[in-house]
């Protein structure tokens, strides 16, 4: 054999590999989701809330025609709630063009501590685009019930400042307002990025 | 070691002088050593709703001694008070709770990340920016403290 005809082989190879890789993507579900996420089929519709935020009352209804991406924290939590939105701003990088059909949506579960302008505070330093919610405890204890969120004051015994326990899963809800994911806390941007991708017919 | 015979033969002499003390490599107690810090940037405007902004510092410790230590507090200018804690996931539900110091066995490397143990910054003197550097202070039970500095990143 000549180097000509190696060269040729090694050519053929790799159209042959590429060109494979290039039909087994194309064959790829429509639906994909990953692998921790759980897929709520069909989606099932969310209930309302009536909550605060900086500008004023906002309703689930107000963000009809986005995406909803929810997540229950609070502003004094400095590692796990900031581990979470940081990589939702992320992955609404990785959404590009897109990331306009999503709406990132924070509502606070310690509204003791966090007012309607605080959770702006807190949510525009990851992404200005992020929703900060706030309200009354009877508004917040409801919407956390409606979505199955589970919260608690926990007090310290050596008279510390308190913390909150709470569900740190991220929800996510169609554009017409039926819940439709459930992200366990943990996920990477990359893996929140593909569902939203997916979602939005991508 | 690529030590000629004489410079060998040298640290041969310097070894046996000082006996014990500067012979062995690993000390006889604990020996702390500290990589890879690095803190949560936070914006902390004024806001007098609600109190401070919180911030936390991630670190890997390295007992390299024969004997156990344990981090027991720490100290920082950038923060009103600093508390060892710990955040912990348990069927999808976060719980974050002071801890009573870190154990350091010996030998052992303890790491400190996002969703585990953390040095929580409590009410940041400042806005902590990214490419910023705070000041540590880590104190141990038997150790002497340890001043670190440790540079805002985003991770």
Not at chain 1, 58 to 85: A, E, K, Q, S, W
Not at chain 1, 114 to 119: G, I, Q
Not at chain 2, 56 to 66: F, S
Not at chain 2, 91 to 115: N, Y
Request: with cysteine; charged share 20%; aromatic share 6%.
């Amino acid at each position: 054999m000549t180097w000509r005809t190696v060269l040729g082989l090694l050519v053929a190879a790799v159209i042959v590999t590429i060109g494979s890789a290039v039909w087994l993507l194309g064959r790829r579900p429509v639906q994909s989701f990953g692998s921790e996420t759980t897929v709520l089929s069909p989606p099932m519709p969310a209930a309302d809330f009536a909550l605060e935020s900086a500008d004023g009352p906002v309703m689930l209804r107000d963000l009809r025609g986005r995406h909803v991406v929810l997540f229950f924290g609070y502003t004094f939590c400095p590692d796990v709630c900031p581990l979470t939105m940081q990589r939702l701003d992320r992955a609404l990088d990785l959404l590009g063009e897109d990331a306009d059909r999503v709406q990132v949506v924070m509502i606070t579960v310690d509204p003791e501590r966090d007012t309607a302008s605080r959770m702006r505070q807190y949510v525009s330093q990851f992404d200005p685009s992020f929703l900060g919610l706030s309200g009354t405890e009877e508004a917040v204890h409801r919407v956390a019930t409606d979505y199955g969120i589970f919260h608690a004051k926990v007090e310290r015994e050596d008279g510390g400042p308190y913390t909150m326990d709470h569900t740190a899963t991220v929800l996510v809800l169609t554009d017409t307002g039926a819940l439709v994911l459930l992200w366990p806390h943990g996920m990477e941007a990359e893996t929140m990025a593909a569902d939203l991708h997916t979602l939005l017919g991508g | 070691m690529f030590l000629s015979g004489r410079a060998r033969m040298s640290v041969l002499a310097l070894t046996a002088a000082l006996g014990p003390l500067a012979c062995s490599g690993t000390p006889a107690g604990p020996d702390i050593a500290v990589e890879h810090a690095w803190a949560r940037p936070v914006a902390a405007p004024a806001s007098a709703a609600g109190g401070g902004w919180n911030s936390a510092v991630y670190v890997q410790m390295v007992n390299r001694g024969r004997t156990a230590d344990r981090l027991m507090a720490a100290s920082s200018e950038a923060a009103a008070a600093v508390e060892i804690h710990e955040s912990r996931v348990e069927d999808g539900v976060m719980r974050m709770r002071p801890v009573a110091g870190v154990a350091l066995a010996a030998g052992e490397r303890v790491t400190l990340e996002p969703g585990g143990l953390h040095i929580m910054l409590v009410g940041v003197t400042r806005s902590l920016a990214v490419g910023d550097t705070i000041a540590v202070t880590l104190s141990f039970e038997q150790s002497a403290p340890l001043a670190i500095r440790v540079p805002v990143e985003q991770r």
